[in-house]
């Protein structure tokens, strides 16, 4: 088991391509984002995975609306991460 309770070994048997997919949608969390950007630098079938995904996916960008962020969103922000802080 690692720190966050799941076993290792289920994780290393994932499709890479599958993983692959999950890093183009931004669906992964933070540790695991970061281990498939790291396997992307050393492992050229992994970054050709995500190329491929990130072509077919592109497409649906221009199917989303683009949004205007709220005018006191970075202040927001940085009054809630201020407060996190204390």
């Known amino acids: 088991m690692i720190e966050d309770g799941s076993d290792l070994s289920i994780k290393a048997s994932v499709d890479p391509d599958l993983r692959a997919a999950e890093y183009v ?3 992964l969390d933070a540790w695991d984002r970061a281990e498939v950007a790291r396997q992307a630098t050393t ?3 992994m ?3 995500i190329r ?3 072509r077919w996916l592109a497409p649906l960008l221009d199917a989303i609306p683009p949004v205007v962020p709220r005018s006191n969103l970075h202040a927001a922000l940085l009054k809630a991460l201020f407060e996190r802080s204390e």
Do not use: N
């Open 52 to 54: 491929v995904w990130e």
């Open 47 to 49: 970054a050709d995975r």
């Open 43 to 45: 492992d050229a079938r």
């Open 25 to 27: 949608l931004g669906s």
